[in-house]
């Protein structure tokens, strides 16, 4: 099977991914990850002004599968979430690098980028 990894993101190997634009990160989990995940029903979010630290946990996401944390690629201060997905979870089955995007973070150290995986790095992973 194939998954989309959008070229223009960075990733974490717990599947989560990053897209940056004008000093914002957009921050979702992958397609990979909505796949495994099957049905999404439920998911947890920080609160907008919450402080992230990389590779920390920030939600919760919950399918008809398993529960499982969802980490933080970059750190920051959660500037938006996506609050659609309180009443249209399955947007991150749907969608997940589009309309189920999870977070914006205003990044507090763009050099963290670095440390993510590229897309080729995380297509080897998945593969």
């Known amino acids: 099977m194939s998954f989309q990894v959008p070229d223009d993101c960075?990733?974490?190997e717990s599947?989560?991914?990053?897209?940056?634009?004008?000093?914002t990160a957009r921050v979702g989990i992958t397609d990979f990850a909505q796949d495994e995940l099957?049905?999404?029903?439920?998911?947890?979010?920080?609160?907008?002004?919450?402080?992230?630290?990389a590779g920390e946990e920030f939600g919760v996401v919950e399918s008809i599968k398993a529960v499982s944390d969802v980490y933080a690629p970059v750190s920051g201060t959660v500037a938006a979430i996506?609050?659609?997905l309180f009443d249209e979870p399955e947007?991150?089955?749907?969608?997940?690098?589009?309309?189920?995007?999870?977070?914006?973070?205003?990044?507090?150290?763009e050099g963290e980028l670095d440390d993510l995986?590229?897309?080729?790095?995380?297509?080897d992973q998945i593969a």
Do not use: I, K, Q
């Not at 599947?15 to 000093?23: A, I, L, P, Q, S």
């Not at 049905?39 to 919450?50: A, Q, S, Y």
């Not at 589009?98 to 990044?107: F, I, N, R, S, T």
């Open 91 to 109: 947007l991150l089955n749907e969608a997940p690098f589009a309309d189920g995007w999870m977070l914006e973070v205003e990044l507090a150290d």
């Open 38 to 53: 099957g049905d999404v029903v439920f998911v947890e979010l920080p609160d907008e002004g919450e402080e992230l630290t």
């Open 82 to 84: 996506n609050e659609r």
């Open 15 to 23: 599947h989560e991914w990053v897209r940056v634009d004008d000093g």
């Open 10 to 12: 960075r990733y974490l």
């Open 117 to 123: 995986l590229s897309p080729d790095e995380y297509r």
